[in-house]
């Protein structure tokens, strides 16, 4: 089975810091080529860990 790129805290603390950018008026597009991920991934991963948090 393959390895995971990013660990379940990981992606909660980049869903944080891109709605912060989001909030800032920044586009999905543009957090996405910041956080080197696709749309897509994206927004899997704020369906599955959006309501999530660390501790």
Known sequence: MPRKRHAAEQIIGL???AE???A???TVGEIC???AV????FYRWRS?????KIG
């Not at 696709?38 to 991934?41: D, G, L, V, Y």
């Not at 599955?48 to 999530?52: F, I, P, V």
């Open 15 to 17: 869903l944080r810091q």
């Open 20 to 22: 912060v950018e989001l």
């Open 24 to 26: 800032q008026g920044r």
């Open 33 to 35: 080529r910041r956080l």
């Open 38 to 41: 696709s749309e897509a991934t």
């Open 48 to 52: 599955e860990y959006g309501g999530l």
